[in-house]
């Protein structure tokens, strides 16, 4: 689904990602770990657009992204999430919902501007569909109460529903758990698989371990930048090396 080849991102004289290959399957939680500057959002920026690479490839369902532009790359199917909690706290939770829509729309500002038939039947389904995406996480009964309202834990809930809202194959996922207390990350953990179940596949960074040893199918570690190491997770958990670079050690 996802293949990244030899990819290395530079900023000026700082090499923040440094020929990193890894690739996504279909219907699979791919994580991606590593200490803190490893590189891990830095490569996320690459992959959804928002960075363009020094060198190196990307290939999503079978077509070159690599120099494609965010909104580009989310037309074709892939979806994000970011680490700080992105929404519009003052808009209500359905609206943030329709937001993540906004690019599959296909009325432009005449029909808007003027409610034309096809924009009021275009608006009712997304608005049929943001509910939809709310009651798959609990949310419906909170859909138009200010997204600020919410939870913290709700609130990364919503931010990962307006990710699904695009319709996504793939989303990256970045550091969902951030902030969760323990209820609030068992959660998330049933939620990760309903989003496969839904087709979806997913790749996430994510700093608690615990939740990325029970939940991805395959693992890739960033370290300085550069991939360390990849494996199921019994592999990873017992690989020294990337046991030296999370605990330190001698050289």
């Known amino acids: 689904m996802l293949q990244v080849d030899h990819l290395t991102l530079k900023f000026g004289g700082l090499i923040a990602n440094n020929d990193v290959s890894m690739q996504v399957q279909e219907g699979k939680i791919t ?3 590593g200490p803190n500057g490893a590189g891990k959002t830095t490569f996320f920026n690459s992959i959804s657009g928002v960075y363009k690479p020094t060198s190196g490839t990307i290939t999503f369902r079978g077509k070159r992204i690599d120099g494609l532009q965010p909104y580009q790359i989310n037309q074709m199917g892939m979806s994000r999430t970011y680490q700080v909690i992105n929404l519009f706290k003052k808009m209500s939770v359905v609206e943030n919902v329709m937001v993540g829509m906004h690019p599959h729309m296909k009325q432009g500002y005449f029909a808007s501007a003027f409610k034309t038939a096809a924009e009021r039947r275009e608006e009712r ?3 049929e569909r943001a509910y939809e995406l709310l009651d798959f996480v609990g949310l419906k009964g909170r859909a138009f109460e200010q997204a600020g309202s919410l939870s913290y ?5 919503l931010e990962i529903v307006r990710g699904l809202a695009s319709n996504p194959k793939l989303i990256l996922l970045d550091e969902p758990a951030a902030g969760m ?3 609030e990350k068992e959660e998330l953990n049933e939620l990760l698989y309903r989003i ?3 087709g979806v596949s997913i790749l996430i960074i994510e700093h608690d371990m615990k939740l990325m040893m029970g939940v991805a199918d395959y693992l890739y570690v960033l370290n300085y ?3 360390l190491a990849e494996g199921t997770t019994s ?3 017992t690989n020294p090396e990337v046991i030296k670079a999370y605990l330190g050690g001698d050289e």
């Not at 834990?153 to 809930?157: A, I, P, V, Y």
């Open 225 to 227: 930048g550069k991939l």
């Open 235 to 237: 592999e990873i958990q």
């Open 153 to 157: 834990g709700q609130q990364r809930h």
């Open 181 to 183: 207390n323990s209820k």
């Open 125 to 127: 389904e997304c608005y």
């Open 31 to 33: 994580g991606l770990i």
């Open 196 to 198: 496969i179940d839904r």
